[in-house]
Protein backbone atom coordinates (compact mmCIF):
# COMPACT_ATOMS: atom_id res chain seq x y z
CA UNK A 1 0.00 0.00 0.00
CA UNK A 2 1.31 3.68 -0.96
CA UNK A 3 0.82 6.54 0.98
CA UNK A 4 0.44 9.60 -0.51
CA UNK A 5 1.69 13.19 1.45
CA UNK A 6 0.43 16.25 0.45
CA UNK A 7 1.97 18.90 1.79
CA UNK A 8 -0.43 21.20 3.71
CA UNK A 9 -1.60 24.44 1.56
CA UNK A 10 -0.11 27.49 3.11
CA UNK A 11 -2.54 30.15 2.97
CA UNK A 12 -1.27 33.88 2.62
CA UNK A 13 -1.66 35.85 6.00
CA UNK A 14 -4.39 37.89 6.23
CA UNK A 15 -3.98 41.75 5.03
CA UNK A 16 -6.67 44.51 5.17
CA UNK A 17 -7.54 46.17 2.00
CA UNK A 18 -9.59 49.74 1.76
CA UNK A 19 -10.42 50.70 -1.63
CA UNK A 20 -11.96 53.95 -2.06
CA UNK A 21 -13.75 54.89 -5.30
CA UNK A 22 -14.55 57.91 -6.93
CA UNK A 23 -16.46 59.24 -10.25
CA UNK A 24 -18.07 56.51 -12.44
CA UNK A 25 -19.47 52.92 -12.52
CA UNK A 26 -16.20 52.38 -14.52
CA UNK A 27 -13.79 53.41 -11.63
CA UNK A 28 -16.63 50.90 -9.58
CA UNK A 29 -15.80 48.19 -11.74
CA UNK A 30 -12.22 48.61 -11.74
CA UNK A 31 -12.40 48.53 -7.93
CA UNK A 32 -13.79 45.68 -8.01
CA UNK A 33 -11.09 44.20 -10.12
CA UNK A 34 -8.15 45.14 -8.30
CA UNK A 35 -9.77 43.57 -4.82
CA UNK A 36 -10.18 40.54 -7.26
CA UNK A 37 -6.39 40.95 -8.20
CA UNK A 38 -4.54 41.18 -4.50
CA UNK A 39 -7.22 38.45 -3.15
CA UNK A 40 -5.20 35.55 -4.25
CA UNK A 41 -1.91 37.94 -1.69
CA UNK A 42 -4.04 37.72 0.95
CA UNK A 43 -5.94 41.21 1.34
CA UNK A 44 -9.70 40.91 2.42
CA UNK A 45 -11.50 43.90 2.07
CA UNK A 46 -12.35 46.44 5.44
CA UNK A 47 -14.32 49.02 5.88
CA UNK A 48 -12.27 51.59 7.48
CA UNK A 49 -8.69 53.01 6.27
CA UNK A 50 -7.72 53.26 9.69
CA UNK A 51 -8.38 49.67 9.83
CA UNK A 52 -6.10 48.71 6.41
CA UNK A 53 -2.42 47.73 5.43
CA UNK A 54 -3.38 48.94 2.11
CA UNK A 55 -5.17 51.74 0.56
CA UNK A 56 -6.09 52.67 -2.53
CA UNK A 57 -7.78 55.60 -3.86
CA UNK A 58 -9.55 55.04 -7.32
CA UNK A 59 -9.71 58.50 -8.60
CA UNK A 60 -11.90 60.85 -10.88
CA UNK A 61 -10.65 63.68 -12.90
CA UNK A 62 -13.37 64.59 -14.85
CA UNK A 63 -13.80 67.56 -12.64
CA UNK A 64 -11.77 69.92 -10.68
CA UNK A 65 -13.74 69.19 -7.69
CA UNK A 66 -13.23 65.57 -8.18
CA UNK A 67 -9.08 65.67 -8.70
CA UNK A 68 -9.26 67.95 -5.54
CA UNK A 69 -10.83 65.95 -3.37
CA UNK A 70 -7.94 63.12 -3.54
CA UNK A 71 -5.43 65.46 -2.49
CA UNK A 72 -7.48 66.03 0.91
CA UNK A 73 -8.01 62.71 1.60
CA UNK A 74 -4.30 61.87 1.19
CA UNK A 75 -3.73 64.69 3.61
CA UNK A 76 -5.96 62.39 5.69
CA UNK A 77 -4.37 59.13 4.89
CA UNK A 78 -0.72 60.70 6.01
CA UNK A 79 -1.91 61.38 9.62
CA UNK A 80 -2.91 57.95 9.74
CA UNK A 81 0.28 56.75 8.23
CA UNK A 82 2.06 58.39 10.44
CA UNK A 83 0.52 57.87 13.45
CA UNK A 84 0.97 54.39 13.29
CA UNK A 85 4.25 54.31 12.21
CA UNK A 86 4.43 56.46 15.43
CA UNK A 87 3.13 53.96 17.34
CA UNK A 88 4.58 51.16 15.72
CA UNK A 89 1.63 49.80 14.52
CA UNK A 90 2.71 48.24 11.16
CA UNK A 91 3.35 49.99 8.15
CA UNK A 92 0.63 51.08 5.82
CA UNK A 93 1.00 51.34 2.37
CA UNK A 94 -0.77 53.99 0.40
CA UNK A 95 -1.78 53.50 -3.45
CA UNK A 96 -3.35 56.14 -6.11
CA UNK A 97 -5.10 54.44 -8.96
CA UNK A 98 -7.79 55.87 -11.37
CA UNK A 99 -7.70 58.97 -13.65
CA UNK A 100 -5.80 61.53 -11.41
CA UNK A 101 -2.53 59.15 -11.32
CA UNK A 102 -2.81 58.96 -14.60
CA UNK A 103 -2.91 62.11 -15.59
CA UNK A 104 -1.52 64.03 -12.28
CA UNK A 105 1.07 60.90 -11.45
CA UNK A 106 4.08 63.06 -11.02
CA UNK A 107 2.41 66.06 -8.98
CA UNK A 108 0.80 63.87 -6.48
CA UNK A 109 4.14 62.17 -5.83
CA UNK A 110 5.13 65.57 -4.93
CA UNK A 111 2.58 67.33 -3.18
CA UNK A 112 2.18 64.14 -1.10
CA UNK A 113 5.30 62.11 0.04
CA UNK A 114 2.96 59.63 1.86
CA UNK A 115 2.28 58.09 -1.52
CA UNK A 116 3.87 54.26 -2.06
CA UNK A 117 2.93 54.10 -5.72
CA UNK A 118 0.40 55.45 -8.24
CA UNK A 119 -1.03 53.53 -10.88
CA UNK A 120 -3.60 54.20 -14.39
CA UNK A 121 -6.61 52.48 -15.32
CA UNK A 122 -4.61 50.65 -17.83
CA UNK A 123 -2.25 48.90 -15.44
CA UNK A 124 -3.83 48.27 -11.79
CA UNK A 125 -3.24 44.22 -12.96
CA UNK A 126 0.29 45.32 -12.05
CA UNK A 127 -0.16 45.57 -8.45
CA UNK A 128 1.15 42.72 -6.93
CA UNK A 129 4.21 43.25 -8.52
CA UNK A 130 4.03 46.72 -7.87
CA UNK A 131 3.79 45.57 -4.13
CA UNK A 132 7.02 43.80 -4.08
CA UNK A 133 8.56 46.65 -5.58
CA UNK A 134 7.58 49.02 -3.11
CA UNK A 135 9.17 47.47 -0.47
CA UNK A 136 11.91 47.68 -1.77
CA UNK A 137 11.82 51.28 -3.25
CA UNK A 138 8.92 53.58 -2.99
CA UNK A 139 8.09 56.24 -6.07
CA UNK A 140 6.86 53.78 -8.23
CA UNK A 141 4.48 55.18 -11.00
CA UNK A 142 3.12 52.85 -13.89
CA UNK A 143 1.19 55.04 -16.42
CA UNK A 144 -1.95 53.99 -18.74
CA UNK A 145 0.67 53.75 -21.44
CA UNK A 146 -0.64 49.83 -21.80
CA UNK A 147 -3.08 48.88 -24.26
CA UNK A 148 -6.25 47.73 -21.98
CA UNK A 149 -5.89 44.66 -23.73
CA UNK A 150 -3.00 43.75 -21.46
CA UNK A 151 -4.61 44.22 -18.31
CA UNK A 152 -7.99 42.17 -19.44
CA UNK A 153 -5.66 39.23 -20.39
CA UNK A 154 -3.98 39.45 -16.96
CA UNK A 155 -6.88 39.74 -14.79
CA UNK A 156 -7.85 36.82 -12.69
CA UNK A 157 -11.08 35.23 -14.07
CA UNK A 158 -12.49 34.77 -10.84
CA UNK A 159 -14.84 38.08 -9.69
CA UNK A 160 -16.05 38.70 -5.91
CA UNK A 161 -19.17 39.27 -6.18
CA UNK A 162 -21.68 40.68 -3.93
CA UNK A 163 -25.30 40.53 -4.55
CA UNK A 164 -27.54 39.54 -7.65
CA UNK A 165 -26.14 42.84 -9.71
CA UNK A 166 -22.76 43.31 -11.37
CA UNK A 167 -21.41 45.67 -13.74
CA UNK A 168 -19.20 44.54 -16.46
CA UNK A 169 -16.91 46.75 -18.72
CA UNK A 170 -16.79 45.76 -22.03
CA UNK A 171 -15.21 49.13 -23.78
CA UNK A 172 -12.57 51.53 -22.30
CA UNK A 173 -11.52 54.71 -23.65
CA UNK A 174 -13.36 57.86 -26.55
CA UNK A 175 -11.92 58.71 -29.55
CA UNK A 176 -14.77 61.74 -29.70
CA UNK A 177 -12.65 64.38 -28.19
CA UNK A 178 -15.68 66.54 -26.58
CA UNK A 179 -14.31 69.43 -26.03
CA UNK A 180 -14.64 69.97 -22.55
CA UNK A 181 -13.55 66.23 -21.44
CA UNK A 182 -10.75 64.29 -20.12
CA UNK A 183 -11.42 60.89 -20.39
CA UNK A 184 -10.14 60.42 -24.47
CA UNK A 185 -6.57 61.92 -22.60
CA UNK A 186 -7.17 59.22 -19.66
CA UNK A 187 -7.99 56.35 -20.45
CA UNK A 188 -7.44 56.29 -24.15
CA UNK A 189 -8.78 55.12 -27.59
CA UNK A 190 -11.59 53.14 -27.67
CA UNK A 191 -11.01 49.73 -27.38
CA UNK A 192 -13.98 46.72 -27.25
CA UNK A 193 -13.14 43.89 -25.64
CA UNK A 194 -13.59 40.16 -27.87
CA UNK A 195 -17.39 38.60 -27.49
CA UNK A 196 -15.94 35.52 -26.35
CA UNK A 197 -14.01 37.23 -23.01
CA UNK A 198 -17.26 39.01 -22.29
CA UNK A 199 -19.31 36.10 -22.50
CA UNK A 200 -16.88 34.13 -20.60
CA UNK A 201 -16.56 36.80 -17.45
CA UNK A 202 -20.94 37.10 -17.42
CA UNK A 203 -21.14 33.44 -17.18
CA UNK A 204 -19.10 33.54 -14.04
CA UNK A 205 -20.98 36.15 -12.54
CA UNK A 206 -24.58 34.14 -13.95
CA UNK A 207 -22.09 30.79 -11.96
CA UNK A 208 -22.28 33.08 -8.29
CA UNK A 209 -25.95 34.33 -8.63
CA UNK A 210 -25.83 37.37 -10.96
CA UNK A 211 -29.67 37.97 -12.65
CA UNK A 212 -28.65 41.55 -13.68
CA UNK A 213 -25.66 43.00 -15.81
CA UNK A 214 -24.83 46.51 -16.65
CA UNK A 215 -22.81 46.83 -19.67
CA UNK A 216 -19.89 49.30 -19.17
CA UNK A 217 -18.31 51.87 -21.70
CA UNK A 218 -17.10 55.33 -21.88
CA UNK A 219 -19.08 54.41 -25.61
CA UNK A 220 -20.37 51.38 -24.47
CA UNK A 221 -23.21 51.58 -27.99
CA UNK A 222 -19.98 52.17 -30.27
CA UNK A 223 -19.17 48.41 -29.07
CA UNK A 224 -16.94 46.47 -31.70
CA UNK A 225 -15.58 43.68 -29.78
CA UNK A 226 -14.28 40.92 -31.85
CA UNK A 227 -16.23 37.65 -32.73
CA UNK A 228 -14.70 34.64 -32.55
CA UNK A 229 -14.50 34.34 -35.95
CA UNK A 230 -12.91 37.81 -36.25
CA UNK A 231 -15.58 39.67 -37.55
CA UNK A 232 -16.45 43.00 -35.37
CA UNK A 233 -19.88 42.20 -33.34
CA UNK A 234 -22.38 45.42 -31.77
CA UNK A 235 -23.42 45.92 -28.64
CA UNK A 236 -26.96 44.81 -30.00
CA UNK A 237 -25.58 41.40 -31.05
CA UNK A 238 -23.46 40.85 -27.91
CA UNK A 239 -27.12 41.48 -25.74
CA UNK A 240 -29.19 38.97 -27.55
CA UNK A 241 -25.75 36.77 -26.77
CA UNK A 242 -25.67 37.69 -23.22
CA UNK A 243 -29.37 37.00 -22.82
CA UNK A 244 -28.99 33.87 -23.89
CA UNK A 245 -26.82 32.53 -20.64
CA UNK A 246 -28.71 30.64 -18.02
CA UNK A 247 -29.70 32.79 -14.94
CA UNK A 248 -29.04 36.17 -16.60
CA UNK A 249 -32.38 38.14 -16.78
CA UNK A 250 -31.89 42.09 -17.28
CA UNK A 251 -29.27 43.63 -19.11
CA UNK A 252 -28.89 47.52 -19.01
CA UNK A 253 -25.65 50.07 -20.22
CA UNK A 254 -24.48 52.94 -19.86
CA UNK A 255 -23.12 55.51 -21.36
CA UNK A 256 -23.84 55.69 -24.85
CA UNK A 257 -23.55 58.65 -26.98
CA UNK A 258 -26.05 59.79 -29.52
CA UNK A 259 -23.86 59.07 -32.84
CA UNK A 260 -23.52 55.73 -32.22
CA UNK A 261 -27.59 54.95 -31.36
CA UNK A 262 -27.82 52.45 -34.13
CA UNK A 263 -31.02 51.36 -36.21
CA UNK A 264 -29.94 47.38 -34.78
CA UNK A 265 -29.80 48.43 -30.90
CA UNK A 266 -33.06 50.15 -31.21
CA UNK A 267 -34.38 47.71 -32.40
CA UNK A 268 -33.17 45.35 -29.50
CA UNK A 269 -34.75 47.47 -27.26
CA UNK A 270 -38.03 46.73 -29.15
CA UNK A 271 -37.62 42.75 -29.19
CA UNK A 272 -35.23 41.86 -26.25
CA UNK A 273 -37.08 41.20 -22.89
CA UNK A 274 -34.14 40.93 -21.19
CA UNK A 275 -32.60 44.67 -22.81
CA UNK A 276 -33.96 46.87 -19.88
CA UNK A 277 -36.22 49.63 -20.86
CA UNK A 278 -33.71 52.23 -19.77
CA UNK A 279 -31.34 54.14 -21.53
CA UNK A 280 -28.60 56.45 -20.53
CA UNK A 281 -28.29 59.23 -23.36
CA UNK A 282 -26.27 62.26 -22.74
CA UNK A 283 -26.87 65.60 -24.77
CA UNK A 284 -24.68 67.65 -22.62
CA UNK A 285 -26.74 71.14 -23.82
CA UNK A 286 -30.20 71.81 -25.98
CA UNK A 287 -28.05 74.57 -27.95
CA UNK A 288 -27.18 73.34 -31.21
CA UNK A 289 -24.22 76.68 -30.92
CA UNK A 290 -22.92 75.06 -27.83
CA UNK A 291 -22.95 71.49 -28.81
CA UNK A 292 -20.93 73.02 -31.77
CA UNK A 293 -18.70 74.34 -29.59
CA UNK A 294 -18.44 71.59 -27.67
CA UNK A 295 -17.83 69.18 -30.58
CA UNK A 296 -20.45 66.56 -30.20
CA UNK A 297 -20.95 66.28 -33.55
CA UNK A 298 -24.80 65.80 -33.06
CA UNK A 299 -27.23 68.57 -33.05
CA UNK A 300 -30.58 69.09 -31.30
CA UNK A 301 -32.87 67.74 -33.81
CA UNK A 302 -30.94 64.88 -34.21
CA UNK A 303 -31.11 63.69 -31.07
CA UNK A 304 -34.86 64.89 -30.35
CA UNK A 305 -35.81 62.44 -33.73
CA UNK A 306 -33.37 59.61 -31.78
CA UNK A 307 -35.44 59.86 -28.64
CA UNK A 308 -39.23 59.74 -30.66
CA UNK A 309 -37.58 56.82 -32.75
CA UNK A 310 -36.10 55.13 -29.60
CA UNK A 311 -39.77 55.47 -27.89
CA UNK A 312 -41.33 54.22 -30.81
CA UNK A 313 -39.45 50.76 -30.43
CA UNK A 314 -40.12 50.99 -26.64
CA UNK A 315 -42.72 53.16 -25.68
CA UNK A 316 -41.99 52.73 -21.91
CA UNK A 317 -38.55 53.25 -21.71
CA UNK A 318 -37.54 56.27 -18.93
CA UNK A 319 -34.82 58.24 -20.47
CA UNK A 320 -31.53 59.32 -18.36
CA UNK A 321 -29.43 61.95 -19.12
CA UNK A 322 -26.21 64.09 -18.90
CA UNK A 323 -25.97 68.09 -18.90
CA UNK A 324 -23.16 70.88 -18.56
CA UNK A 325 -24.51 73.94 -17.84
CA UNK A 326 -22.09 77.27 -17.79
CA UNK A 327 -19.61 76.11 -21.26
CA UNK A 328 -17.67 78.50 -22.34
CA UNK A 329 -19.74 81.29 -24.37
CA UNK A 330 -23.30 79.97 -23.18
CA UNK A 331 -25.58 82.95 -23.17
CA UNK A 332 -29.30 82.66 -21.23
CA UNK A 333 -30.48 82.07 -25.00
CA UNK A 334 -28.28 78.65 -24.77
CA UNK A 335 -29.62 78.20 -21.64
CA UNK A 336 -33.12 78.43 -22.12
CA UNK A 337 -32.97 75.57 -25.21
CA UNK A 338 -31.32 73.73 -23.10
CA UNK A 339 -34.36 73.65 -20.48
CA UNK A 340 -36.89 73.64 -23.80
CA UNK A 341 -34.98 70.37 -24.67
CA UNK A 342 -35.57 69.02 -21.03
CA UNK A 343 -38.95 69.79 -21.35
CA UNK A 344 -39.74 67.92 -24.46
CA UNK A 345 -37.74 64.68 -23.70
CA UNK A 346 -39.32 64.18 -20.08
CA UNK A 347 -36.32 62.53 -18.48
CA UNK A 348 -36.52 60.06 -15.47
CA UNK A 349 -33.62 60.73 -14.44
CA UNK A 350 -30.65 63.32 -15.32
CA UNK A 351 -27.02 64.48 -14.32
CA UNK A 352 -26.81 68.04 -14.87
CA UNK A 353 -23.27 69.77 -14.04
CA UNK A 354 -21.17 73.17 -13.90
CA UNK A 355 -18.72 73.18 -16.63
CA UNK A 356 -15.14 72.71 -15.16
CA UNK A 357 -12.62 74.34 -16.85
CA UNK A 358 -10.16 71.03 -17.20
CA UNK A 359 -5.93 71.75 -18.29
CA UNK A 360 -4.99 70.49 -21.54
CA UNK A 361 -8.59 70.40 -23.13
CA UNK A 362 -9.46 72.95 -25.92
CA UNK A 363 -12.54 74.24 -24.03
CA UNK A 364 -10.12 75.64 -20.79
CA UNK A 365 -8.91 77.62 -23.09
CA UNK A 366 -11.72 79.39 -24.80
CA UNK A 367 -12.51 83.06 -23.97
CA UNK A 368 -16.04 83.72 -22.64
CA UNK A 369 -16.04 81.42 -19.71
CA UNK A 370 -19.21 82.26 -17.96
CA UNK A 371 -19.17 83.63 -14.74
CA UNK A 372 -19.47 81.13 -11.44
CA UNK A 373 -22.14 82.83 -10.00
CA UNK A 374 -24.26 82.59 -13.08
CA UNK A 375 -23.49 78.76 -13.69
CA UNK A 376 -24.46 78.05 -10.64
CA UNK A 377 -27.98 79.68 -11.07
CA UNK A 378 -28.34 77.75 -14.60
CA UNK A 379 -26.97 74.32 -12.23
CA UNK A 380 -30.24 75.23 -9.88
CA UNK A 381 -32.47 76.03 -12.15
CA UNK A 382 -32.21 72.67 -14.39
CA UNK A 383 -31.19 70.20 -11.42
CA UNK A 384 -35.08 71.67 -9.97
CA UNK A 385 -36.84 70.64 -13.33
CA UNK A 386 -34.95 67.29 -13.60
CA UNK A 387 -35.65 66.63 -10.10
CA UNK A 388 -39.67 67.75 -10.92
CA UNK A 389 -39.43 65.26 -13.91
CA UNK A 390 -38.15 62.36 -11.65
CA UNK A 391 -40.53 62.64 -9.07
CA UNK A 392 -43.20 63.06 -11.91
CA UNK A 393 -42.13 59.99 -12.76
CA UNK A 394 -41.72 57.96 -9.69
CA UNK A 395 -44.86 58.63 -8.62
CA UNK A 396 -46.63 57.85 -11.89
CA UNK A 397 -45.80 53.97 -11.07
CA UNK A 398 -47.81 54.04 -7.75
CA UNK A 399 -50.94 51.50 -7.99
CA UNK A 400 -49.01 49.48 -10.74
CA UNK A 401 -47.58 46.08 -10.34
CA UNK A 402 -43.75 45.99 -11.47
CA UNK A 403 -41.42 43.35 -11.27
CA UNK A 404 -38.64 43.95 -9.01
CA UNK A 405 -35.22 42.22 -8.81
CA UNK A 406 -34.09 42.73 -4.59
CA UNK A 407 -30.64 43.57 -4.31
CA UNK A 408 -29.58 44.21 -0.54
CA UNK A 409 -31.43 44.71 2.84
CA UNK A 410 -32.65 48.08 3.72
CA UNK A 411 -32.50 49.94 6.57
CA UNK A 412 -35.49 48.54 8.58
CA UNK A 413 -36.14 44.76 9.89
CA UNK A 414 -37.23 43.03 6.87
CA UNK A 415 -36.77 45.44 4.35
CA UNK A 416 -35.52 44.53 1.01
CA UNK A 417 -34.59 46.69 -1.79
CA UNK A 418 -34.44 45.77 -5.53
CA UNK A 419 -34.65 47.73 -8.21
CA UNK A 420 -37.94 48.16 -11.00
CA UNK A 421 -36.49 47.65 -14.94
CA UNK A 422 -36.70 51.26 -14.66
CA UNK A 423 -33.92 51.42 -12.55
CA UNK A 424 -35.94 53.22 -9.63
CA UNK A 425 -34.67 51.86 -5.85
CA UNK A 426 -37.94 50.09 -4.40
CA UNK A 427 -38.22 49.74 -0.67
CA UNK A 428 -40.34 46.61 0.23
CA UNK A 429 -40.74 45.19 3.93
CA UNK A 430 -40.83 41.98 4.86
CA UNK A 431 -39.06 41.04 1.94
CA UNK A 432 -35.66 39.87 2.77
CA UNK A 433 -35.79 36.49 1.94
CA UNK A 434 -36.23 37.69 -1.36
CA UNK A 435 -32.57 38.67 -2.02
CA UNK A 436 -31.80 37.58 -5.66
CA UNK A 437 -35.20 37.36 -6.84
CA UNK A 438 -37.24 39.56 -9.38
CA UNK A 439 -40.51 39.44 -7.38
CA UNK A 440 -43.99 41.05 -8.41
CA UNK A 441 -44.37 44.26 -6.24
CA UNK A 442 -47.48 46.26 -6.19
CA UNK A 443 -46.13 50.11 -5.60
CA UNK A 444 -48.09 52.04 -3.32
CA UNK A 445 -46.41 55.48 -3.81
CA UNK A 446 -43.48 56.81 -5.42
CA UNK A 447 -41.04 59.55 -4.43
CA UNK A 448 -37.95 61.66 -5.38
CA UNK A 449 -35.48 58.97 -5.56
CA UNK A 450 -37.31 55.90 -4.67
CA UNK A 451 -40.28 53.75 -4.86
CA UNK A 452 -42.66 52.12 -2.01
CA UNK A 453 -44.31 49.22 -2.08
CA UNK A 454 -45.24 45.59 -1.01
CA UNK A 455 -44.87 41.88 -2.24
CA UNK A 456 -48.16 41.30 -5.14
CA UNK A 457 -49.99 38.64 -4.48
CA UNK A 458 -49.13 37.53 -7.79
CA UNK A 459 -46.56 37.40 -10.46
CA UNK A 460 -47.92 39.64 -13.35
CA UNK A 461 -47.08 38.13 -16.79
CA UNK A 462 -44.10 39.26 -17.90
CA UNK A 463 -43.96 43.24 -18.43
CA UNK A 464 -44.85 43.54 -22.11
CA UNK A 465 -43.09 46.45 -24.44
CA UNK A 466 -45.45 49.52 -24.56
CA UNK A 467 -46.71 48.40 -21.03
CA UNK A 468 -45.47 50.30 -17.73
CA UNK A 469 -46.43 47.98 -15.22
CA UNK A 470 -50.01 46.76 -15.12
CA UNK A 471 -52.49 48.50 -13.44
CA UNK A 472 -53.90 46.74 -9.73
CA UNK A 473 -57.31 45.57 -10.26
CA UNK A 474 -57.36 44.08 -5.90
N1 LIG B 1 -19.17 59.35 -22.71
C1 LIG B 1 -20.22 59.98 -22.08
C2 LIG B 1 -20.89 60.95 -23.06
O1 LIG B 1 -20.58 61.06 -24.17
O2 LIG B 1 -21.75 61.67 -22.66
C3 LIG B 1 -19.84 60.71 -20.80
C4 LIG B 1 -18.73 60.30 -19.97
S1 LIG B 1 -18.21 61.48 -18.76
C5 LIG B 1 -17.26 60.40 -17.81
C6 LIG B 1 -19.62 61.75 -17.73
C7 LIG B 1 -20.18 63.13 -17.75
O3 LIG B 1 -19.34 64.05 -17.09
C8 LIG B 1 -20.37 63.72 -19.12
O4 LIG B 1 -21.50 63.26 -19.76
C9 LIG B 1 -20.44 65.20 -18.83
O5 LIG B 1 -21.77 65.61 -18.61
C10 LIG B 1 -19.65 65.34 -17.55
N2 LIG B 1 -18.39 66.10 -17.78
C11 LIG B 1 -17.36 65.70 -18.51
N3 LIG B 1 -16.42 66.67 -18.53
C12 LIG B 1 -16.89 67.70 -17.79
C13 LIG B 1 -16.39 68.99 -17.46
N4 LIG B 1 -15.22 69.42 -17.90
N5 LIG B 1 -17.17 69.79 -16.68
C14 LIG B 1 -18.37 69.37 -16.23
N6 LIG B 1 -18.89 68.16 -16.53
C15 LIG B 1 -18.17 67.33 -17.30
FE1 LIG C 1 -15.92 62.54 -22.89
FE2 LIG C 1 -17.27 63.18 -25.12
FE3 LIG C 1 -15.88 60.91 -25.00
FE4 LIG C 1 -18.13 61.17 -23.57
S1 LIG C 1 -17.97 61.20 -25.82
S2 LIG C 1 -16.15 60.34 -22.84
S3 LIG C 1 -18.06 63.30 -23.01
S4 LIG C 1 -15.04 62.96 -24.94
Known amino acids: MTETLSAPKVEPPQK ?36 ADFVILNTCHIREKAAEKVYSELGKLREIKEGRAAAG ?3 LTIAVAGCVAQAEGEEIMRRQPAVDLVVG ?67 GAEWSRPVAAVLAEARELAGQGVRELTLLGQNVNGYDGEEPDGAP ?21 TTSHPNDMSDELIAAHGELDALMPWLHLPVQSGSDRILRLMNRKHGRTKYLELIDRIRAARPDIALSGDFIVGFPGETDRDFEDTMDLVRRVQYASAFAFAYSPRPGTPAAGMGAQVPADVARARLHALQALLWEQQTAFNMSQAGKIIDVLFERPGRHPGQAIGRSPWLQSVHVDGADHLIGEIVAVEIEHGQQNSLKGRLAGQRPDRFAVGDMGKEMTA
Not at 133 to 157: C, H
Not at 237 to 249: H, M, V, Y
Open 233 to 253: STLARLAWALADIPGIDRIRY
Open 121 to 187: PQAYHQLPELLTRTARARGERIGADFAPVDKFDALPQARGVDGPTAFLTVQEGCDKFCTFCVVPYTR
Open 89 to 91: RGA
Open 16 to 51: RLFIKTYGCQMNVYDSERMADVLRPLGYAATDTAED
